[in-house]
């Protein structure tokens, strides 16, 4: 499984950006970049994905790299509930019948101050 | 509302003990996974299933064994519980495409004692 780097915890202002880096330099063509995150005391929740176009939803912002080995998740106007571990993972565009092992890394700590 | 649901959200059992943890979904997904979640350490993948009676190992299955005999159902299975077992139990399902999210139950917290 191509691997993900992040860094351990990212300290923000509540109502101001906040730019989580993603990098993934062995990723291959065929692999869509996840993110997750997991707020405290509750399972991973999903936030976007994207495979090689900048994406937008909701919760927030996915913006890749051309070469696809770095990505940045955006929270346009960050809040106290947005402090939470957030997970950058790689998932292949067909598994077919075969394996998905959905490898999580340690996340980013994002800690946001009021 | 799509569902994910773990049979116990706390759990204490004894060492030595066998230990079922049950996993259920309703969204007629192909493949189904169990982590566990330590300090510092992240969650780790235990095992997953792409198919009825199907299993892969993850990253740390010793003193683990897992079951799916029916699509919505994976059970992960603790044969001799040990204090170290002691952990959060996540378990997750998705569809088999990578371009699709991911769903998790609340976990179980299980405490080997």
């Known amino acids: 499984d191509a691997k993900t780097t992040q860094p351990n915890s990212m300290e923000s202002n509540e109502e101001e950006p906040v730019h989580l880096p993603c990098n993934h330099s062995?990723?291959?063509?065929?692999?869509?970049i996840h993110w997750y995150r997991q707020l405290p005391s509750q399972g991973p929740e999903y936030v976007i994905h994207g495979l090689t176009s900048n994406v937008n939803n909701r919760m927030a912002s996915l913006a890749i790299a051309e070469d696809r080995k770095s990505s940045t998740l955006i929270l346009h106007r960050a809040t106290l509930r947005d402090a939470a571990v957030y997970y950058c993972?790689?998932?292949?565009?067909?598994?077919?019948?075969?394996?998905?092992?959905?490898?999580f890394g340690k996340g980013t700590h994002l800690i946001i101050q009021p | 509302d799509v569902k994910v649901t773990q049979s116990s959200r706390y759990l204490v059992k004894r060492t030595g003990e066998k230990v079922f943890l049950e996993c259920v979904q309703d969204m007629d997904h192909e493949n189904m996974f169990w982590y566990r979640q330590d300090p510092g350490l992240g969650l780790r993948l235990i095992y997953f299933?792409?198919?009825?009676?199907?299993?892969e190992k993850g990253d740390i299955p010793e003193g683990y064994s897992v079951s799916r005999e029916k699509k919505e159902r994976f059970s992960l299975i603790l044969e001799s519980a040990s204090t170290n077992q002691t952990s959060m139990y996540l378990c997750?399902?998705?569809?088999?495409?990578?371009?699709?999210?991911?769903?998790f139950g609340q976990g179980t917290r299980l405490t080997v004692v």
């Open positions: 062995t990723i291959s063509g065929t692999d869509y």
């Open positions: 993972i790689l998932r292949a565009v067909d598994s077919g019948g075969g394996a998905d092992g959905l490898t």
């Open positions: 299933s792409y198919d009825v009676k199907m299993k």
């Open positions: 997750a399902s998705s569809p088999n495409r990578g371009n699709t999210e991911a769903f």
